[in-house]
């Protein structure tokens, strides 16, 4: 587990993680469907993932469904991300952002294909958190998230 402070140790592009801005996200646990880890297993992702945000996903996302304020607060980061995810034909296009929940470094992925929920926030992390966090559907959660 870090911490923040060593959270911002962290590098997302040319950019320090502490010369970033960083807003705070409250959702509900919720279960999936399983195309997260679906898409975790392709060898190009994994490799971006770690890239990007310096860790090897555990194959699985956790999926939280946001709050009314964290809905609108999602959409700023749509419009402000650091790091794209290249595709691969066939795939949709992405947004990883460096974050934290529980003092535990993680990414929330913005899948960018039509219809995406914006109640929806997808988190990739080295662990599975559910188990690490002893999480549960309905549980809140809260995501600091760099961008």
């Known amino acids: 587990m870090v911490e923040d402070t060593d959270v911002a140790n962290f590098l997302i592009g040319s950019r320090r993680v502490n010369e970033l801005k960083k807003i ?13 880890k679906r898409f975790l297993e392709l060898r190009w992702v994994r490799k971006q993932v770690f890239d990007k945000l310096n860790f090897t996903p555990f194959l699985g996302t956790l999926n ?28 949709c296009k992405g947004l990883l952002f460096k974050a934290a929940i529980a003092g535990i470094t993680c990414g929330v992925v913005l ?23 002893g999480l549960h559907d309905d549980d809140s959660v809260e995501v600091n998230v760099f961008f």
């Open 24 to 36: 705070q996200l409250v959702g509900k646990v919720v279960s999936g469907r399983g195309e997260g």
């Open 111 to 133: 899948p960018l294909v039509e219809g995406y929920p914006d109640d929806e926030l997808e988190v990739v992390a080295e662990l599975n958190l559910r188990q690490q966090l």
């Open 64 to 91: 939280l469904r946001l709050e009314e304020q964290g809905t609108k607060q999602r959409r700023l980061l749509t419009k402000d991300s650091a790091l794209g995810v290249c595709t691969s034909k066939g795939y």
